[in-house]
């Protein structure tokens, strides 16, 4: 039977329990109410259950505490405060007090407990590494480790995490099968923890082991209700993925499904996994973004893959970007076009220089209708990507069209536009000047502003 | 003395003593509800940072750092005569871990040298920048803008309060976030990643972000920042610290929870500001504006049947300057209560309201009966605990109870805010500076917490004359800064 709390099955329990009188008593107010319980997003919080626990948690505390209190009540305090208020009062005083004093004490052991592991790790640790190194290098057999392991399992649980970092070949392979002997995989694959560091170590830790070990456990941790856990694993599986050429058989989750996980994550995990992903960036522009754009049909993946793309700064050949430019979204057109000057770049890695400039060329002038075509667009979010994607690009064919933009009544388009111009080189510079002496002020001040930051930023990358 | 023969004096004494029993045990019981809720939402503090502060890894903070994916942020500073402070915390908001900010202060009219200098400490030009939001403000005199890296934007604009340089920043910034912040704080170095952290995990849902404040008296400052946390030699300050802790993690954390945080400081909040545009910015009117603009939120997304989050997150933290002369504290306190008035007062239609879930049904009665009416009910208690010693209707050992219960109440609940600091984050590195703050959240109990009471009851009496609020300017100290060698 299922016991999952859910929405409705709550408003059933609440309607059933509700006094049939109310709703005739209160009609307008009673089908308002309902009204607006049945139009809100059945939307169930990614930590629903989490949050359960904890205030499960604070009620069964709060009644084991408040049975405290009343037992106190009646068998002490009671028998020397004959008015109830007080005594219950005083009863529920003494035993917050104890709980009170209790967290002191614990507080200061938790301190002292620390400061001794410190010391303890300082000694032991040098002399764990030495044990271990003689294992990796099959100097020694495990006997010594194990007793290390059962006597200070902790100091010995970062040694081996360290040197599975560090080991390659047969010893990690030889490191792995100890810490599935000992049991250690096991821990790190339940995160026994809640340090959030000693976790993302575990996880980094279980992406070192051998792959039947570690692939498993790791995608068992991308439903993980921690965000930060679900993005070390889906970091420690791209890790492995891009290191190993695992087999499907063995890995459910290949670079492009790893990569279409990321993007349907929360903002976070996408941050956290960009380098990463970076380093695959050419092999998933083959095999992965161009079917997962085509294929996409809700905005959020692919504005998230668009904005991926786009950090990683590289030139990548993606034809189905083109098709993205006539989207009905106008936030997915401005992205598809913030990737123009980037897309341009591409001119394949073999061949001479000069045939690969002649590819960029031309690339560029493949894409400038469709910057054209960003510049008339309607939508203003459209024309600033098309502005910084013209500027990108330097066609000189966007001049006149840019030059109108700036004479716009939006300020934070105009503005864009003269900086658009500014970077645009002898011609786009030289309409600014000519804004600079015209009768619009406010443009004037934005001409200057822009071929003064350029200037600035031209000299600090000559410095630097 | 029974001076009209007609008169049952004895049935009148038996009302009398029914009454004020009535009254005395609804107080107790009243101090006994209030105990139990502030120790639950200490229980379910404690639980709940166990369980979800979770730092981030010196690995993770340098690909956020590096990272161009992350949203651009900008720090609001409204400033009103605030030059003996505003070197030093400006330039500390200028050196923040975060790959993508900017600081954007509102020099409201002031009346010192706070333009001129931030002018030329910061080297500032005129800028062309336009005002492109849709709150309606005072005019703007001019923009300054610097052309370091991490920009500074100034703007001078006609006096008009507090709430109205915030809008004024919100209508010139363009950033998708903004984060105000008090122009006498210091921000913590790795904050923005910390404060940024609820929207990143969930940024369809997220829409304002609550940090916690705490008091800087006597720690060292360098550079704008704080290098050295300490208790203050001030009694004032540590009761005040003590203050702090148990009102942020005692009750914040719990609220934020349920989703009915009606707080955040305005000293240190973050928000989505097209969240903050479409509600209609924060409100001239009232002298509670952050409170008001977060009950608002919640007003009009619950209105709306849209789904929303407004958590509190206890790992960023903002130190800011407490008042540690009684007539300032005075002051503020004062101001705080007439603003938890104006805000209640202004959304009272969501007083048990379960159209409004959990907000109306327990978050804003809480606030009403608890927070509002709390320092009345205290002092009422008080009155009659003494008016029954005077006219012999209680023993004096039940008035010394009740005061004692009432005193001990309150040391349980601050020694229970200290323990959640000292539990989960730790900042205060000697074992010295808890010590301190425990005996601080014993002494607060005798006396200043009574003077507080009474100031509050006045606050509340200002706010039903209907008393306007002003900017609440404060005397500044200045930082305990470090010389710099």
Same mark, same amino acid.
């Given at each position: 039977?299922?016991?999952? &709390?859910?929405?409705?099955?709550?408003?059933?329990?609440?309607?059933?329990?509700?006094?049939?009188?109310?709703?005739?008593?209160?009609?307008?107010?009673?089908?308002?109410?309902?009204?607006?319980?049945?139009?809100?997003?059945?939307?169930?919080?990614?930590?629903?259950?989490?949050?359960?626990?904890?205030?499960?948690?604070?009620?069964?505390?709060?009644?084991?505490?408040?049975?405290?209190?009343?037992?106190?009540?009646?068998?002490?305090?009671?028998?020397?405060?004959?008015?109830?208020?007080?005594?219950?009062?005083?009863?529920?005083?003494?035993?917050?007090?104890?709980?009170?004093?209790?967290?002191?004490?614990?507080?200061?052991?938790?301190?002292?407990?620390?400061?001794?592991?410190?010391?303890?790790?300082?000694?032991?640790?040098?002399?764990?590494?030495?044990?271990?190194?003689?294992?990796?290098?099959?100097?020694?057999?495990?006997?010594?480790?194990?007793?290390?392991?059962?006597?200070?399992?902790?100091?010995?649980?970062?040694? =081996?995490?360290?040197?599975?970092?560090?080991?390659?070949?047969?010893?990690?392979?030889?490191?792995?099968?100890?810490?599935?002997?000992?049991?250690?995989?096991?821990?790190?694959?339940?995160?026994?923890?809640?340090?959030?560091?000693?976790?993302?170590?575990?996880?980094?830790?279980?992406?070192?082991?051998?792959?039947?070990?570690?692939?498993?456990?790791?995608?068992?941790?991308?439903?993980?209700?921690?965000?930060?856990?679900?993005?070390?694993?889906?970091?420690?599986?791209? +890790?492995?993925?891009?290191?190993? +050429?695992?087999?499907?058989?063995?890995?459910?989750?290949?670079?492009?499904? =790893?990569?279409?996980?990321?993007?349907?994550?929360?903002?976070?995990?996408?941050?956290?996994?960009?380098?990463?992903?970076?380093?695959?960036?050419?092999?998933?522009?083959?095999?992965?973004?161009?079917?997962?754009?085509?294929?996409?049909?809700?905005?959020?993946?692919?504005?998230?893959?668009?904005?991926?793309?786009?950090?990683?700064?590289?030139?990548?050949?993606?034809?189905?970007?083109?098709?993205?430019?006539?989207?009905?979204? &106008?936030?997915?057109?401005?992205?598809? =076009?913030?990737?123009?000057?980037?897309?341009?770049?591409?001119?394949?890695?073999?061949?001479?220089?000069?045939?690969?400039?002649?590819?960029?060329?031309?690339?560029?002038?493949?894409?400038?209708?469709?910057?054209?075509?960003?510049?008339?667009?309607?939508?203003?979010?459209?024309?600033?990507?098309?502005?910084?994607?013209?500027?990108?690009?330097?066609?000189?064919?966007?001049?006149?069209?840019?030059?109108?933009?700036?004479?716009?009544?939006?300020?934070?388009?105009?503005?864009?536009?003269?900086?658009?111009?500014?970077?645009?080189?002898?011609?786009?510079?030289?309409?600014?000047?000519?804004?600079?002496?015209?009768?619009?002020?406010?443009?004037?001040?934005?001409?200057?502003?822009? =071929?003064?930051?350029?200037?600035?930023?031209?000299?600090?990358?000559?410095?630097? | 003395?029974?001076?009209?023969?007609?008169?049952?004096?004895?049935?009148?004494?038996?009302?009398?003593?029914?009454?004020?029993?009535?009254?005395?045990?609804?107080?107790?019981?009243?101090?006994?509800?209030?105990?139990?809720?502030?120790?639950?939402?200490?229980?379910?503090?404690?639980?709940?940072?166990?369980?979800?502060?979770?730092?981030?890894?010196?690995?993770?903070?340098?690909?956020?750092?590096?990272?161009?994916?992350?949203?651009?942020?900008?720090?609001?500073?409204?400033?009103?005569?605030?030059?003996?402070?505003?070197?030093?915390?400006?330039?500390?908001?200028?050196?923040?871990?975060?790959?993508?900010?900017?600081?954007?202060?509102?020099?409201?009219?002031?009346?010192?040298?706070?333009?001129?200098?931030?002018?030329?400490?910061?080297?500032?030009?005129?800028?062309?920048?336009?005002?492109?939001?849709?709150?309606?403000?005072?005019?703007?005199?001019?923009?300054?803008?610097?052309?370091?890296?991490?920009?500074?934007?100034?703007?001078?604009?006609?006096?008009?309060?507090?709430?109205?340089?915030?809008?004024?920043?919100?209508?010139?910034?363009?950033?998708?976030?903004?984060?105000?912040?008090?122009?006498?704080?210091?921000?913590?170095?790795?904050?923005?990643?910390?404060?940024?952290?609820?929207?990143?995990?969930?940024?369809?849902?997220?829409?304002?972000?609550?940090?916690?404040?705490?008091?800087?008296?006597?720690?060292?400052?360098?550079?704008?920042?704080?290098?050295?946390?300490?208790?203050?030699?001030?009694?004032?300050?540590?009761?005040?610290?003590?203050?702090?802790?148990?009102?942020?993690?005692?009750?914040?954390?719990?609220?934020?929870?349920?989703?009915?945080?009606?707080?955040?400081?305005?000293?240190?909040?973050?928000?989505?500001?097209?969240?903050?545009?479409?509600?209609?910015?924060?409100?001239?009117?009232?002298?509670?504006?952050?409170?008001?603009?977060?009950?608002?939120?919640?007003?009009?997304?619950?209105?709306?049947?849209?789904?929303?989050?407004?958590?509190?997150?206890?790992?960023?933290?903002?130190?800011?300057?407490?008042?540690?002369?009684?007539?300032?504290?005075?002051?503020?306190?004062?101001?705080?209560?007439?603003?938890?008035?104006?805000?209640?007062?202004?959304?009272?239609?969501?007083?048990?309201?379960?159209?409004?879930?959990?907000?109306?049904?327990?978050?804003?009665?809480?606030?009403?009966?608890?927070?509002?009416?709390?320092?009345?009910?205290?002092?009422?208690?008080?009155?009659?605990?003494?008016?029954?010693?005077?006219?012999?209707?209680?023993?004096?050992?039940?008035?010394?109870?009740?005061?004692?219960?009432?005193?001990?109440?309150?040391?349980?609940?601050?020694?229970?805010?200290?323990?959640?600091?000292?539990?989960?984050?730790?900042?205060?590195?000697?074992? *010295?500076?808890?010590?301190?703050?425990?005996?601080?959240?014993?002494?607060?109990?005798?006396?200043? *917490?009574?003077?507080?009471?009474?100031?509050?009851?006045?606050?509340?009496?200002?706010?039903?004359?209907?008393?306007?609020?002003?900017?609440?300017?404060?005397?500044?100290?200045?930082?305990?800064?470090?010389?710099?060698?």
């Amino acid at each position: 039977m299922n016991f999952q &709390p859910t929405r409705d099955r709550a408003r059933r329990l609440g309607l059933r329990l509700f006094p049939r009188f109310l709703p005739s008593l209160f009609p307008s107010w009673f089908s308002d109410v309902m009204r607006r319980s049945q139009d809100r997003p059945q939307i169930v919080s990614q930590d629903f259950h989490g949050q359960s626990v904890v205030f499960l948690k604070a009620v069964l505390v709060m009644m084991a505490i408040l049975a405290t209190v009343w037992a106190m009540h009646r068998n002490v305090t009671s028998r020397w405060i004959h008015e109830v208020p007080p005594s219950l009062a005083v009863s529920c005083l003494m035993i917050q007090f104890v709980l009170a004093l209790v967290g002191l004490v614990l507080s200061g052991s938790t301190k002292k407990r620390d400061q001794r592991r410190q010391r303890r790790a300082a000694h032991l640790l040098p002399l764990i590494r030495h044990h271990m190194a003689a294992y990796a290098l099959q100097a020694q057999g495990d006997a010594e480790l194990r007793r290390l392991h059962q006597r200070h399992s902790r100091e010995f649980d970062v040694c =081996l995490r360290e040197f599975l970092n560090n080991a390659s070949g047969q010893a990690r392979h030889h490191l792995s099968q100890l810490a599935g002997n000992l049991g250690l995989v096991e821990d790190w694959k339940h995160l026994a923890t809640r340090d959030h560091t000693a976790r993302t170590e575990a996880i980094e830790a279980l992406s070192l082991l051998s792959t039947d070990l570690g692939v498993p456990a790791l995608e068992a941790l991308i439903e993980h209700d921690s965000t930060l856990v679900r993005a070390a694993a889906l970091k420690a599986l791209v +890790n492995v993925a891009g290191r190993e +050429n695992l087999p499907a058989d063995r890995c459910k989750m290949d670079l492009p499904a =790893l990569f279409r996980a990321t993007i349907s994550s929360s903002l976070l995990v996408r941050v956290l996994l960009a380098s990463d992903l970076r380093c695959h960036a050419h092999s998933l522009a083959q095999n992965g973004i161009p079917q997962l754009l085509l294929a996409e049909r809700s905005a959020g993946p692919l504005l998230a893959a668009l904005e991926m793309i786009e950090c990683w700064r590289y030139g990548l050949p993606i034809e189905s970007l083109h098709s993205l430019l006539h989207h009905s979204n &106008p936030r997915i057109r401005a992205g598809a =076009l913030r990737l123009a000057p980037l897309e341009s770049l591409h001119a394949g890695s073999n061949g001479a220089w000069t045939s690969q400039r002649q590819a960029v060329r031309s690339n560029t002038e493949s894409l400038v209708p469709l910057v054209i075509s960003g510049l008339l667009d309607s939508d203003v979010t459209v024309k600033a990507a098309a502005l910084s994607a013209a500027a990108g690009l330097n066609v000189p064919s966007t001049l006149p069209l840019i030059e109108h933009c700036a004479d716009t009544a939006d300020q934070h388009l105009a503005s864009l536009a003269c900086l658009a111009l500014a970077t645009m080189g002898p011609p786009g510079r030289a309409i600014l000047n000519s804004k600079i002496h015209g009768a619009n002020a406010r443009l004037a001040a934005s001409a200057v502003e822009s =071929l003064a930051s350029v200037q600035l930023a031209n000299a600090s990358a000559f410095q630097a | 003395m029974h001076y009209f023969s007609f008169i049952d004096y004895t049935a009148i004494d038996i009302l009398v003593h029914r009454v004020y029993f009535f009254f005395e045990s609804t107080i107790i019981f009243y101090v006994f509800a209030i105990n139990l809720i502030y120790f639950l939402l200490t229980v379910i503090a404690f639980l709940a940072l166990r369980k979800y502060h979770q730092p981030f890894t010196t690995a993770e903070r340098e690909l956020l750092m590096k990272s161009p994916l992350m949203p651009k942020i900008s720090l609001i500073v409204p400033a009103y005569n605030e030059a003996a402070t505003c070197r030093e915390s400006v330039g500390g908001m200028l050196r923040l871990n975060y790959p993508n900010y900017d600081v954007v202060v509102i020099n409201d009219g002031s009346k010192d040298k706070t333009l001129e200098t931030l002018v030329s400490e910061f080297r500032l030009y005129k800028s062309s920048r336009v005002a492109t939001g849709t709150l309606t403000t005072k005019p703007i005199r001019q923009i300054y803008e610097s052309s370091d890296p991490v920009r500074l934007i100034v703007i001078d604009k006609v006096n008009g309060g507090k709430a109205d340089a915030i809008n004024v920043g919100l209508n010139v910034t363009t950033s998708p976030l903004v984060i105000v912040v008090d122009s006498d704080s210091l921000i913590e170095r790795d904050a923005l990643f910390t404060m940024v952290k609820p929207y990143l995990e969930d940024p369809d849902r997220v829409i304002a972000v609550g940090g916690t404040v705490r008091a800087v008296n006597d720690c060292d400052v360098e550079y704008g920042l704080v290098k050295q946390i300490r208790t203050s030699h001030s009694h004032i300050a540590n009761f005040q610290s003590v203050e702090y802790l148990r009102a942020f993690f005692g009750g914040r954390v719990g609220f934020s929870l349920m989703n009915c945080l009606l707080i955040i400081s305005g000293a240190f909040g973050l928000f989505k500001r097209d969240a903050v545009l479409e509600a209609g910015g924060f409100e001239h009117d009232t002298i509670g504006e952050d409170m008001e603009l977060v009950v608002r939120m919640h007003h009009m997304w619950l209105d709306k049947n849209r789904d929303y989050r407004i958590v509190y997150t206890a790992t960023p933290v903002c130190w800011t300057e407490v008042p540690q002369s009684l007539k300032i504290l005075k002051r503020q306190r004062k101001r705080w209560q007439r603003g938890l008035f104006e805000s209640l007062w202004r959304h009272r239609e969501m007083f048990f309201n379960p159209r409004f879930g959990i907000v109306g049904m327990f978050a804003f009665p809480y606030f009403v009966i608890f927070e509002m009416l709390g320092p009345l009910v205290e002092m009422l208690g008080y009155l009659l605990t003494i008016l029954g010693l005077m006219f012999r209707i209680i023993a004096p050992e039940i008035a010394i109870l009740f005061f004692s219960v009432s005193i001990m109440f309150g040391i349980v609940l601050s020694i229970s805010g200290v323990l959640l600091e000292e539990f989960t984050l730790a900042r205060y590195p000697s074992w *010295r500076h808890s010590v301190t703050l425990f005996i601080s959240g014993v002494l607060e109990n005798f006396g200043f *917490r009574q003077l507080l009471t009474i100031w509050r009851v006045q606050g509340l009496i200002d706010a039903f004359k209907g008393k306007k609020g002003d900017w609440g300017a404060m005397e500044r100290r200045g930082f305990n800064v470090v010389k710099k060698t």
